[in-house]
Nanobody, 128 residues
């Protein structure tokens, strides 16, 4: 199992980036994927979740309306489209895999200990 993030970079405030998470060694249809980020000196925080089976998504309030998570199961890639970026979005962004449970989505789907495989991360820097 492997997850590889790409697409990070330097962008100005208000700009956009699209992150990709390429999955291998498993079928996206059978799992869920989450996006997380970690800023220097801060804990890793969950941002968004997508179910591999039905494409249902969940976002935390801080990114809702600005970030959109999609999955192309045929390409085995999950995306995070990030718009209206702010300096506080600066962090290393990670994707991770967890079991896809058919439950009502809420903050609990972003519990870090529920995720078993993680990518290496991609740096996003938003300049003011």
């Amino acid at each position: 199992v492997q997850l590889v993030e790409s697409g990070g970079g330097l962008v100005q405030t208000g700009g956009s980036l699209r992150l990709s998470c390429a999955a291998s060694g498993f079928t996206l249809d059978d799992y869920a994927v989450g996006w997380f980020r970690q800023a220097p000196g801060k804990e890793r925080e969950g941002l968004s979740y997508i179910s591999g089976s039905d494409g249902a998504t969940y976002y935390v309030d801080s990114v809702k309306g600005r970030f959109t998570m999609t999955s192309d199961n045929a390409k085995k890639t999950v995306y995070l489209q990030m718009n209206s970026l702010k300096p506080e979005d600066t962090a290393v962004y990670y994707c991770a895999r967890r079991d896809d449970e058919n439950v009502v989505l809420g903050p609990w789907v972003l519990r870090r200990d529920e995720y078993d495989y993680w990518g290496q991360g991609t740096q996003v820097t938003v300049s003011s």
